[in-house]
């Protein structure tokens, strides 16, 4: 398989890898220092293993290589079916994560949470321009699929003393809400609003 902008590619459906030319050229045209992470970090983009049933829900994964900054990244072939709009938003969201920092991690870091590199990949997937698929995908597709959030969206994690609430601000970094209502009563099992997973 040809490689897509100097990344190798297994991908060999046509389409997926025509949208993925498409999504890294946006970057590659107007965000040269994202556009360097990714060239540089990505080492390739691949199908996943379906046969692994820790996958059964996933459509995209980036995979860390080892303590590197290297990663390759993984596709269901279950995309296949989606339209190219949530097929966009998929690929975003998995170059946010090759192109995130340790930095922009650590100021979203909750609770060892999981969702803050979430956070930090749903804004490379603002930043660059993929608001509308994103918002598509998260509207479209079954919550258990995919982990996302929009700014304002309120979550809520576990804590050995209860659970705290937070809202994702505009540059998608939590924010602690109040734990108590007017009244001074404080919050106690509210269902939790699920980041979807
Ligand atoms: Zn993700």
């Given at each position: 398989m040809e490689n897509i902008y100097g990344i190798p590619c297994n991908i060999d459906d046509k389409r997926i890898r025509t949208i993925i030319a498409k999504v890294?050229?946006?970057?590659?045209?107007?965000?040269?220092?994202?556009?360097?992470k990714i060239s540089f970090r990505v080492t390739g983009?691949?199908?996943l293993d379906e046969s692994n049933p820790e996958y059964t829900n996933t459509l995209?994964?980036?995979?860390?290589?080892?303590?590197?900054?290297?990663?390759?990244?993984?596709?269901?072939?279950?995309?296949?079916?989606f339209d190219d709009i949530l097929v966009t938003a998929i690929i975003g969201h998995e170059l946010g994560h090759a192109a995130t920092s340790?930095?922009?991690?650590?100021?979203?870091?909750?609770?060892?949470?999981?969702v803050y590199a979430e956070l930090c990949?749903?804004?490379?997937?603002?930043?660059?321009g993929f608001v509308r698929e994103y918002i598509i995908f998260l509207l479209a597709v079954n919550s258990d699929?995919?982990?996302?959030?929009l700014p304002g969206d309120i979550f809520a994690i576990e804590y050995p003393d209860g659970e705290?609430?937070?809202r994702i601000g505009l540059d998608f970094k939590?924010?602690?809400?109040?734990?108590?209502?007017?009244?001074?009563?404080v919050f106690k099992t509210l269902p939790i609003y699920k980041i979807p997973l």
């Open positions: 890294l050229e946006r970057i590659q045209g107007n965000f040269s220092g994202d556009w360097k983009f691949d199908w995209g994964l980036c995979v860390q290589i080892g303590a590197t900054a290297l990663s390759n990244i993984y596709f269901s072939r279950r995309i296949i079916d340790i930095v922009e991690l650590k100021s979203r870091e909750i609770n060892k949470n999981p990949a749903s804004r490379y997937v603002f930043k660059w699929q995919h982990y996302g959030g705290r609430r937070y939590p924010i602690l809400i109040r734990t108590a209502d007017e009244n001074g009563q």
